[in-house]
């Protein structure tokens, strides 16, 4: 009891309490938030997890688009198969200045056919995809002052005056004096002879 009485020391158990909760405290909130990092929602397991998934999923679909990039201030070709991760499609190489016009695709599972026209001022190249459009060949080129049709489909879209053909196909309709329209397969276009054909009644 003597030696307790004169002990200089001044700590009391109040002091070790106070110390103890502190101490509790911070390493509770230590460990919340190592769980958020790791374990919580968007947290580093999370995003693990997700890419993982990703990776492992051999069955989800390849998907294209036209992107606009704002580096080269042009719109350009890139694919991808989450979504989420996008690669630029291997185009063949036209100037700075030649930019993706629109795309187009047939939609079948079997033989999926993708058609882009890209366009330099008043010159457009035609390309054609079968991969799901992560390559793409040049099919033909044209000069133009307007695109007024560029669908896949019927001819029930063309203006009356502009064409006919039976099924589906791949249109393109342009202005360069007169208005001349193109009708394809997607693979085999033909740059000679367009000319209008009357819809009959």
């Known amino acids: 009891m003597k030696r307790i009485l004169t002990d200089k020391k001044g700590e009391t158990h109040i002091n070790t309490a106070i110390i103890i909760v502190i101490a509790v ?10 769980y958020l990092l790791f374990a919580g929602e968007g947290g580093i397991m999370d995003k693990l997890d997700g890419e993982v998934a990703g990776m492992m999923d051999y069955t989800q679909e390849l998907r294209y688009e036209r992107h606009y990039d704002e580096e ?4 350009i070709l890139r694919y991808s198969y989450d979504g989420k991760h996008w690669n630029d499609a291997d185009v063949p190489t036209f100037s700075e200045t030649t930019t993706v ?5 047939n939609n079948s599972e079997s033989e999926p056919i993708e058609v882009a026209l890209m366009q330099d001022g008043s010159q457009y190249y035609i390309l054609a995809s079968t991969d799901g459009g992560i390559t793409w060949t040049q099919k033909g080129t044209f000069s133009a002052t307007a695109i007024t ?3 896949y489909g019927t001819d029930d879209a063309l203006p009356s005056e502009s064409g006919s053909f039976s099924g589906e196909k791949f249109v393109i309709r342009r202005k360069s004096g007169n208005y ?22």
């Open 25 to 34: 405290v911070v390493g509770a909130l230590i460990l919340g938030g190592l």
């Open 72 to 75: 080269s201030n042009t719109y």
């Open 101 to 105: 016009y629109g795309v187009m695709s």
């Open 149 to 151: 049709h560029f669908y």
């Open 180 to 201: 001349y329209t193109m009708v394809s397969n997607g693979l085999s276009w033909s740059t000679s002879g367009w000319s209008d054909i009357i819809r009959p009644n």
